[in-house]
């Protein structure tokens, strides 16, 4: 599953632990984008924050775990070469590739759009607010209904800069995180992490 995860949310897990039972999934790989092309002009929180919220959020759960493979590639991140690099790693594993139904409409001006259908299954997943459709092309995509949780990152960046809770919208140690790194203030520096 891949996101800017700028934090990761409810909304990511929920996603996760719903596909993963239903296709009785073996492990779910976050992967936290690298220099989010599509988000180019808006800030985005350094990659090292969003990894670690991303390893936070997912450490008490054996069967998921984050990769660096689009942090550590320079450059923008493509989802051809994630799935290329992912596949690199498992060369026996079958991949399914977990989607929003927004990050779905955009699926169609990803670069080398017509390679990535098999490189991975595609995962649709309803999310509130957005219509959640196939396009009626003949792809690879499979389109799941799960419980609607209407949070985004946006959502949560701007409720910590406005002084809102975030409490139960995104896990307990990323709200923890998110306040020990002054992350989302307008007003403070965030801190900034070297690995
Ligand atoms: P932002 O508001 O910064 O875009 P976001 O909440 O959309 O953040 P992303 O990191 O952009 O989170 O999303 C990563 C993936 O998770 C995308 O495929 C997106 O569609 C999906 N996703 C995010 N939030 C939800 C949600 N509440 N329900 C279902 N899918 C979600
Ligand atoms: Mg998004």
Request: glycine share 6%.
């Amino acid at each position: 599953m891949g996101g800017t995860f700028d934090p990761i949310h409810h909304g990511h897990l929920v996603a996760a632990s719903e596909v993963a039972a239903e296709l009785d999934l073996d492990e779910v790989v976050f992967v936290p984008t690298g220099e989010p092309w599509q988000k180019a002009g808006k800030k985005v929180s350094p990659a090292e924050h969003r990894y670690l919220m991303t390893v936070v959020a997912t450490a008490s759960n054996p069967r998921f775990t984050v990769s660096r493979v689009d942090i550590d590639r320079p450059g923008p991140t493509y989802t051809a070469d994630t799935l290329r690099d992912l596949r690199a790693q498992r060369p026996d594993a079958e991949l399914f590739f977990i989607t929003g139904a927004d990050a779905l409409e955009q699926i169609m001006t990803w670069k080398d759009v017509d390679e990535i259908w098999d490189l991975a299954h595609f995962v649709g997943v309803t999310r509130p607010g957005h219509e959640l459709n196939d396009f009626g092309r003949d792809t690879d995509i499979s389109l799941m209904e799960i419980p609607a949780m209407a949070i985004s990152s946006t959502d949560c960046r701007l409720r910590v800069n406005d002084g809102k809770p975030v409490w139960y919208l995104v896990p307990d140690g990323v709200v923890q995180y998110i306040a020990k790194h002054r992350l989302y203030r307008a007003d403070a520096e965030s801190d900034q992490v070297a690995l």
